[in-house]
């Protein structure tokens, strides 16, 4: 079974700053999708990036970009210019693309999570 | 899109009672997801659904909990009868099989306490 590990419970920045979150995975397959998800206090989930492993380059949406090393099996969240509204739990999860996968394997893999602060 | 819908947005209940939790999917989207998050375990997937018909239910709990698909545009997730230890937010989520890069959309939580 596949696991994502979140090794960072707590992250704070400054505002305007840079933070990158860690996120590492197991695996051993090679066709598969990762993604980072925001959940701030109101609780709803908000897709902030996805990946897929057959990518080389690194996934980039405005403000936020990945480091997706393939090989270490990281994928690490990089959010640049850090505003108050980032302030949030962000999820790590992982999901295989093999089509003859079954069940659950199928779907989403959530790693425990990491809140971040950004001080102003 | 108005996105993935759910209700009530908050619910509290006596132990003991039927509890039932509501979702609209996106339209035309053919998996729907029911996942429950608690700080102990974190995101668990509880059941989910392809084009309306249950595919894994490993997830759920226990017999109390039950789910239901009538349609493609909407889920219930049933718990009957509720106890403390169910409190927990239960998001309802889902995705196009074709679109999106395979994302999973949230609705945003049914927050449940059972006292």
């Known amino acids: 079974a596949q696991t994502v590990t979140q090794s960072q419970p707590e992250m704070s920045v400054q505002e305007a700053e840079t933070v990158t979150l860690s996120c590492t995975y197991d695996?051993?397959?090679?066709?598969?999708?990762l993604f980072w998800y925001k959940q701030p206090p109101s609780r709803q989930m908000i897709l902030v990036i996805r990946?897929?492993?057959?990518?080389?380059q690194n996934a980039t949406e405005n403000r936020f970009s990945v480091n997706f090393q393939k090989a270490a099996k990281s994928f690490s969240l990089k959010i640049s210019d850090s505003q108050l509204g980032d302030a949030a739990m962000y999820f790590c999860?992982?999901?295989?693309?093999?089509?003859?996968?079954?069940?659950?394997?199928?779907?989403?893999?959530f790693g425990s999570g990491t809140q971040l602060t950004v001080l102003p | 899109d108005a996105g993935v819908i759910q209700s009530p947005r908050h619910e509290v209940t006596e132990m003991g009672q039927e509890v039932t939790l509501r979702c609209k999917p996106i339209?035309?989207?053919?998996?729907l997801f029911w996942y429950r998050q608690t700080m102990m375990r974190g995101l668990e997937l509880l059941i989910y659904?392809?084009?309306?018909?249950?595919?894994?239910d490993s997830g759920m709990p226990e017999d109390r909990f039950s789910a239901k698909m009538p349609n493609a545009s909407f889920s219930t997730l049933k718990i009957q009868p509720s106890e403390p230890r169910d409190s927990a937010v239960y998001f309802c989520?889902?995705?196009?099989?074709?679109?999106?890069?395979?994302?999973?959309?949230f609705g945003e939580g049914s927050w449940l306490t059972v006292v």
């Open positions: 989520a889902s995705r196009f099989d074709r679109l999106s890069g395979n994302t999973i959309y």
């Open positions: 695996t051993s397959e090679s066709d598969y999708y």
């Open positions: 990946q897929e492993a057959y990518k080389q």
């Open positions: 999860a992982y999901r295989s693309a093999r089509a003859y996968s079954s069940g659950s394997a199928r779907q989403l893999t």
């Open positions: 339209s035309g989207h053919d998996y």
């Open positions: 659904f392809n084009n309306n018909v249950p595919i894994d």
